[in-house]
Antibody, heavy 122, light 109 residues
């Protein structure tokens, strides 16, 4: 059974750093791109970026490049999303997502983590 | 950036009726289009990929059609569990420049 289990909710202050995780199981972690999607409160879905764990090839949305960092650790089948300096506007639910079809450039996502709520407030 | 638009914003439908949701891309995306269902407090769920292929476990009452810039998601006979927000997403091209539509909320009439 494929599972993506994300780390718990975070409350941070502006300017602080944060790294959230997505622990996967039930599939070959190195064979599929894994990514992150943001959902601000009451809003729609926004794609942040994806990483291919085998070679750490990482692709970002132009809107989020330089704002976040995506990484992965194949040894523990876990992906990460990191901020160096949080802003109030980063307050959102963040979902990790698994690419549906391996070894393709098709980026529909068949499994989603449960979400990590990040709240940034002074 | 490819901009996705969806219509209507909200669709009020009675159980058992047919629902037709539209999605438009600002430029052609071939058949690289997915639909997701999101219920309150839950993560989205993949419904349709490749514009017209149902994902694993999705009932046959869901169907997708279209290619290029115009796409449709049809729910043939709405069940109570289908009331949710539906998002379309394009994933055309390399490097990936994935974008989602703003969503259509399907609620009970």
């Amino acid at each position: 059974e494929v599972q993506l289990v994300q780390s718990g909710a975070e409350v941070k202050k502006p300017g602080e750093s944060l790294k959230i995780s997505c622990k996967t199981s039930g599939y070959s972690f190195g064979s599929y791109w894994i990514g992150w999607v943001r959902q601000m409160p009451g809003k729609g879905l926004e794609w942040l970026g994806v990483i291919f764990p085998t070679d750490s090839d990482t692709r970002y949305s132009p809107s989020f490049r330089g704002q976040v960092s995506i990484s992965a650790d194949r040894s523990i089948a876990t992906a990460y999303l990191e901020w160096r300096s949080l802003r109030a506007s980063d307050t959102a639910m963040y979902y990790c997502v698994k690419q549906h079809l391996e070894y393709t450039s098709h980026f529909d996502f068949d499994f989603w983590g449960q979400g990590t709520l990040v709240t940034v407030s002074s | 950036e490819i901009v996705m638009t969806q219509s209507p914003d909200t669709l009020s439908v009675s159980p058992g009726e047919r629902a037709t949701l539209s999605c438009r891309a600002s430029q052609g995306v071939d058949s690289n289009l997915a639909w997701y269902q999101q219920k309150p407090g839950q993560a989205p769920r993949l419904i349709i990929y490749g514009a017209s292929t149902r994902a694993t476990g999705i009932p046959a009452r869901f169907s997708g059609s279209g290619s290029g810039t115009e796409f449709t998601l049809t729910i043939s006979s709405l069940q109570s569990e289908d009331f949710a927000v539906y998002y379309c997403q394009q994933y055309d091209g390399w490097p990936p420049r994935i974008t989602f539509g703003p969503g259509t909320k399907v609620d009970i009439k």
